[in-house]
T-cell receptor, first 113, second 115 residues
Framework: GAGVSQTPSNKVTEKGKYVELRCDPI?????LYWYRQSLGQGPEFLIY????????DSGLPNDRFFAVRPEGSVSTLKIQRTERGDSAMYLC???????????FGSGTRLTVV | AQTVTQSQPEMSVQEAETVTLSCTYD???????LFWYKQPPSRQMILVIR??????QNATENRFSVNFQKAAKSFSLKISDSQLGDAAMYFC????????????FGAGTILRVKS
């Protein structure tokens, strides 16, 4: 696509529920990144994919968070047993391999009530 | 680990005037990239300008320019002839050239433009 698409744009879920956030990167971009942005803060790195594999998942806060990119294109960030502290904006970005110019999506705002 | 500090939570500028946003960073690396991103209320992060650490010349993009002081680990953004559309949250970010691809962001500066 022309840009990075993230769906849904907003998600409200109850504490304890499971959620999936989707990111569709720019066509041809092999690198994909997930960041989490709390209110009034800068984005924090979660995970980076190069192709289908997670090249760096050091930012995932705990084992309730998991991300996949099975065909090297669309990625899904999965959060189990959601907690109120998971409420944040989740941003996805993509880039060409070796490129330093990221294109960000508009994010998914997750609210856990 | 690298850190990025933006010491100005909020700045204001009159339309058509010039404003400078500050950023300092900490790293032991010699080669890296620095970026300024803009995040308007629409939420999408937009790249404003980037600087490669090995380049001594300061980057410029139209009304946006940087003052890169490598020894001081300082990377400020100057916006000239400010426009109402410049109002947004601005983030400074660091990326290692050698170790990984992730960006390390500062906490951001809210820029308000007065008409």
């Amino acid at each position: 696509g022309a840009g990075v698409s993230q769906t849904p744009s907003n998600k409200v879920t109850e504490k304890g529920k499971y959620v999936e956030l989707r990111c569709d990167p720019i066509s041809g971009h092999t690198a994909l990144y997930w960041y989490r942005q709390s209110l009034g803060q800068g984005p924090e790195f979660l995970i980076y994919f190069q192709g289908t594999g997670a090249a760096d998942d050091s930012g995932l806060p705990n084992d309730r968070f998991f991300a996949v990119r099975p065909e090297g294109s669309v990625s899904t960030l999965k959060i189990q047993r959601t907690e109120r502290g998971d409420s944040a904006m989740y941003l996805c970005a993509s880039s060409r391999r070796g490129g330093y110019g990221y294109t960000f999506g508009s994010g998914t705002r997750l609210t856990v009530v | 680990a690298q850190t990025v500090t933006q010491s100005q939570p909020e700045m204001s500028v009159q339309e058509a005037e010039t404003v400078t946003l500050s950023c300092t960073y900490d790293t032991s690396e010699s080669d890296y990239y620095l970026f300024w991103y803009k995040q308007p209320p629409s939420r999408q992060m937009i790249l404003v300008i980037r600087q490669e650490a090995y380049k001594q010349q300061n980057a410029t993009e139209n009304r946006f320019s940087v003052n890169f002081q490598k020894a001081a680990k300082s990377f400020s953004l100057k916006i000239s002839d400010s426009q109402l559309g410049d109002a947004a949250m601005y983030f400074c970010a660091y990326r290692s050239m050698e170790y990984g691809n992730k960006l390390v962001f500062g906490a951001g500066t809210i820029l308000r433009v007065k008409s």
